[in-house]
């Protein structure tokens, strides 16, 4: 159990620094709502998942394979959201036309840019068979448990919290997010194609 403790644990604080999936989940909720923000955020915590199976079973020839197409079709999609989103004027009342599934790959794409994501599960899959909290196959498979529970967990405690606040702004207020929203995910697709182009 103490395997899936520390996947919860690490899946959790690990979701929480700001980055393209917590502000598009809060633009997401903010103009069209919970169930299609977690579409994304399911999207996002498939990929993420699939990182952590790679890095703690070290499979990392897996990502080789497709690194040289995965950054910067990721990279594109977010720079194309952020313009989007700053572009744009919802009203609070009009219905979103994006179906959930289109939401889901979406997410997808938003952590596939993630190129570091990568790394991270593998420094971390390194320090706990270091120090043997992580072992045996099932020790490997609840930490990956853990992870997603955790993971999740941030996501869904996120979108909740947006969802019962956003009744009280106006939809001036919510426009002016979605353009700092829109702003943010520009300043992170230049961020991370800075870094691709660095390590290519």
Not at 50 to 67: A, K, P
Not at 76 to 89: E, P
Not at 119 to 145: A, P, Q, Y
Not at 146 to 172: C, D, N, P, Y
Request: glycine residues 10%; hydrophobic residues 55%.
């Amino acid at each position: 159990m103490v395997s899936l403790g520390l996947g919860l644990a690490i899946g959790f604080v690990n979701s929480i620094p700001i980055g393209p999936v917590n502000i598009a989940l809060v633009e997401t909720t903010l103009q069209r709502g919970v169930r299609k923000a977690m579409a994304i955020a399911i999207g996002a915590l498939t990929i993420d998942a699939l990182y952590c199976i790679v890095g703690v079973f070290g499979l990392t020839y897996v990502v080789e394979t497709f690194r040289g197409w995965i950054a910067p079709v990721g990279i594109i999609v977010i720079l194309v959201s952020g313009i989007r989103l700053l572009i744009r004027k919802i009203s609070i009342n009009s219905e979103s036309r994006i179906p959930v599934t289109g939401l889901f790959f979406f997410g997808l794409f938003l952590y596939l840019s993630n190129y570091l994501a990568i790394s991270f599960w593998i420094l971390i899959s390194g320090i706990l068979l270091e120090r043997h909290w992580v072992i045996s196959v099932n020790d490997k498979t609840l930490f990956i448990i853990g992870m997603v529970i955790g993971t999740f967990s941030w996501f869904w405690a996120l979108v909740k919290a947006i969802e019962r606040r956003k009744h009280k702004l106006s939809e001036q207020t919510i426009n002016r997010l979605t353009e700092i929203c829109g702003i943010l995910l520009i300043g992170f697709s230049f961020y991370l194609a800075y870094g691709w182009l660095e390590l290519g």
